[in-house]
């Protein structure tokens, strides 16, 4: 699965789009990254609850960015148009927090691998979930 994923990256019909995608997410990660920390380490949140403060930020963040770059083709301009496309980026992104937030708890008390490490193997299970969902309903 992952060898397939990484051939569509450079030679599929939606290479372009799906590494855009992909450079998007990646951006967004870091960012998240950064805010969790900053959450969990400057503002003492737990782990958790910074976490899903900080995924919400960076859904807004994402959709701005995917919708004037990555999903230019299908790009909503209008206000109305725009804000729908919001709300269903945060549905279907919203639909994975769960399992963010799930896989971030399993391996941070279960596995006891450090947050920001289980956070990062988080996003990357869930970002497939999300492009999925993503560019077949929000762009589709």
Same mark, same amino acid.
């Given at each position: 699965?992952?060898?397939? /994923?990484?051939?569509?990256?450079?030679?599929?019909?939606?290479?372009?789009?799906? %590494? %855009?995608? =992909?450079?998007?997410?990646?951006? @967004? $990660?870091?960012?998240?990254?950064?805010?969790? #920390?900053?959450?969990?380490?400057?503002?003492?949140?737990?782990?958790? /609850?910074?976490?899903?403060?900080? &995924?919400?930020?960076? &859904? =807004?963040?994402? +959709?701005?960015?995917?919708?004037?770059?990555? /999903?230019? $083709?299908?790009?909503?301009?209008?206000?109305?148009?725009?804000?729908?496309?919001?709300?269903?980026?945060?549905?279907? %992104?919203?639909? $994975?927090?769960?399992?963010?937030? $799930?896989?971030?708890?399993?391996?941070?008390? #279960?596995? +006891?691998?450090? +947050?920001?490490?289980?956070?990062?193997?988080?996003?990357?299970?869930?970002?497939? +979930?999300?492009?999925?969902?993503? @560019? %077949?309903?929000?762009?589709?």
């Amino acid at each position: 699965m992952f060898r397939g /994923f990484v051939r569509e990256l450079y030679s599929g019909p939606i290479a372009p789009q799906l %590494r %855009r995608f =992909v450079a998007v997410g990646t951006f @967004a $990660a870091g960012v998240q990254m950064v805010l969790l #920390w900053t959450f969990v380490d400057w503002i003492d949140l737990h782990y958790l /609850f910074g976490a899903v403060i900080a &995924i919400e930020i960076t &859904i =807004v963040l994402s +959709y701005v960015l995917n919708n004037a770059w990555t /999903f230019q $083709a299908d790009r909503k301009t209008g206000p109305i148009e725009y804000l729908v496309g919001l709300g269903k980026t945060n549905l279907v %992104r919203g639909t $994975a927090i769960p399992i963010q937030l $799930a896989v971030l708890g399993l391996f941070v008390e #279960w596995l +006891y691998v450090p +947050y920001l490490v289980a956070n990062a193997i988080a996003i990357v299970i869930s970002g497939i +979930y999300r492009y999925v969902l993503d @560019a %077949r309903w929000t762009w589709g």
